[in-house]
């Protein structure tokens, strides 16, 4: 079926049915909702080279993705790009993904911003004053950040974890609990998300006098052998920590593994929360010995990130500039009373 068909069937213009499927906001909800109802049921889609004449829009959110010989794929990545796609789905969108050498970000947004190829560009796995802003800032195409910058006051639109708030919260759990030796397996050391969860967690510890040594500290990436390697060294320490923080159920999987190869027990000998990103093949739940958890979904992140893009780019919404989500805690058997010394 083609739009003139489709039109005929429905006793509207081709015009109007192609603004009601571009989301002009002058096509009222009841027609736009018959269309897109017609549209289900037969299966119609629009030619996209016509549909881009017509509107001027490309219909795709851009993306850089940068690679290098030796990077390994990230399952977190593979998570909110699910979501992304899903929304993106329900509004006929695609995406451009380009990828780059990671000295070369800046460049290759430029590239792509300038192709006429996408209508938006969204950055993510951001950094501590992060270059990509300032040239983002200068572009007339609207973006949009998967985190923020530690920095100056964000002034860009974001979506973000509190991962500050996350581990301050997850932090004073343990203490709570009496533990006063901790440790943290946290993500790459450059990446904001990791500087914040650290100065989350050592602003509850100097609340009680406590600091955070560097030696029980390591950043890396979040894999279940960095998180195995990780905690076997820090437990190989001549005073064991008797609680750490994880910033993922992915390197609490190699940190549970040390563990268990000593002999020691989760949530007796030793104490553990992880940061639950709702991975669809890793759950905390499903551990011999439950998971305490931040909680906050990556698939729900991406699914908001396209919500907006979407909807700045066809107009038809509007949405906060700046969102910070809240993580959630849940406690479950990995978290106790900290053993006797």
């Known amino acids: 079926m083609n739009l003139k068909q489709l039109s005929q069937m429905l006793g509207l213009s081709q015009t109007t049915v192609s603004r009601a499927l571009n989301g002009y906001p002058e096509v009222n909800h009841e027609t736009r909702e018959r269309v897109l109802k017609a549209v289900r049921e037969t299966g119609y889609r629009p030619n996209k080279a016509a549909q881009r004449l017509a509107t ?74 992060d270059p990509r802003l300032e040239m983002l800032k200068t572009l007339s195409m609207p973006f949009l950040v998967h985190g923020r910058s530690i920095g100056p006051e964000p002034d860009y639109p974001f979506l973000d974890l509190d991962n500050e708030a996350a581990f301050y919260d997850a932090t004073k759990l343990l203490l709570q609990l009496g533990h006063r030796r901790f440790a943290l397996l946290n993500g790459p050391i450059y990446l904001d998300f990791a500087i914040r969860r650290k100065n989350g967690m050592e602003a509850a510890l100097a609340e009680r006098g406590l600091t955070l040594e560097e030696a029980y500290v390591s950043h890396t990436p979040m894999t279940d052998e960095q998180g195995l390697l990780a905690m076997e060294r820090i437990l190989q320490l001549e005073k064991r920590p008797t609680a750490v923080l994880c910033s993922s159920t992915v390197l609490a999987l190699g940190a549970v593994r040390a563990i268990n190869q000593l002999g020691l027990k989760l949530g007796e000998d030793i104490s553990l929360i992880a940061h639950d990103d709702v991975l669809t093949l890793l759950k905390p739940e499903s551990f011999t010995v439950p998971l305490t958890t931040t909680r906050s979904s990556l698939r729900a992140a991406g699914v908001r990130i396209a919500e907006r893009l979407i909807g700045e780019i066809k107009h038809t919404d509007t949405f906060p500039a700046q969102e910070l989500w809240k993580a959630e805690l849940i406690v479950r058997a990995s978290t106790g009373v900290a053993p006797a010394d």
């Open 56 to 129: 001027g829009k490309a219909g795709s959110i851009g993306l850089v993705m940068p690679t290098s010989p030796g990077n390994s794929s990230d399952v977190h990545f593979s998570e909110f790009l699910t979501g992304l796609g899903e929304e993106a789905l329900r509004h006929d969108f695609h995406f451009v993904l380009t990828p780059a050498d990671p000295n070369d970000e800046v460049g290759a947004l430029k590239r792509l911003a300038a192709s006429g190829n996408v209508d938006a560009l969204f950055v993510n796995y951001m950094r501590g004053h």
